[in-house]
């Protein structure tokens, strides 16, 4: 199409100046009676159109090499594209192995607590199903990430913070109950997620709309007791300005309505709760 344009202006010019050299007026008068004072004035009058034909040429020059330019940004953009699906790829499966192997233990303290109000005997509580409390039965993956939330939101409604917006406090309880006793095994895995988000966040060569279509296949991989530990995680001053990204990414969407939701949404603005389609 580019071609095809600079070809029809280099045409044009042609045209134009075919024109003024043959126009009737101009040949009759100055070269039918041919005299050397007419011929020369004849000659100076192509000066202008000497001038417009440079003009041209010079904007043709111009556009060609912006054109050029553009290929070659888009080239570089491609070449950028797939080396960061590349990488973001493998960091997504370096995610998934982190998050497979997570372990996560009830604390002695949830135990007896437990067992204090259920009957003689029970080792279980009533959460979505029977959930084995007994010592030693640790879980991994996805019910690590399960375990933990429910200890963590028994701990806020012991706390009182589920009904107060005590934000010291749930960080408190955070830190003690999930972070000091699991670091070694949650903190590689947000700071995986971390990365991850980071790094769609500051490309420069990627759209607002890629950069949505990137964070929002992340967020397809996590399960809502994920989505709801990484935003308390993200609101300790351990996690540096998750909490931004975890906002720009919108990972709380999904978060189903409840408590650990009414909990997230007074610390968090709408937007990290809302699409970004």
Known sequence: MEDRFVLRVAIGALIVWFVWFF????????????NGEKVG??????????ALMSTLAFAAVLYTLRLQQR?????????????FESSYFELLRLFREARAAIRFDYSSDYRQSKRSVNSPGRNFIRVGGSINVAPGVQRQGDEA??????EFRFWMQEGGVV????????IDIYIKRVHDRYEGQFGPYFRLMY???????????????????YGNLLRSQISSYEAAIAGFNGLSPISK?????????RLLKYLPIGTTRRVLERHYPPEAFSARD
């Not at 126009?23 to 041919?34: D, G, T």
């Not at 070659?72 to 594209?81: C, L, N, S, V």
């Not at 009904?163 to 749930?170: G, V």
């Open 145 to 150: 990430f399960r375990a933990a939330m429910i």
């Open 163 to 170: 009904s107060q917006s005590n934000k010291t406090q749930l």
């Open 71 to 83: 290929q070659i940004d888009d080239t570089q953009r491609d070449q950028h594209i797939q080396r």
């Open 41 to 50: 004035q004849w000659g100076d009058s192509f000066g202008a159109l000497n």
């Open 195 to 213: 990365t991850i988000l980071q790094r769609i966040s500051e490309d420069d060569k990627l759209s607002e709309q890629e950069k949505a279509r």
């Open 23 to 34: 126009h009737p007026s101009l040949a009759e008068r100055m070269m039918v009676h041919w």
């Open 241 to 249: 300005d998750f909490s931004k990204l975890i906002t720009q990414f």
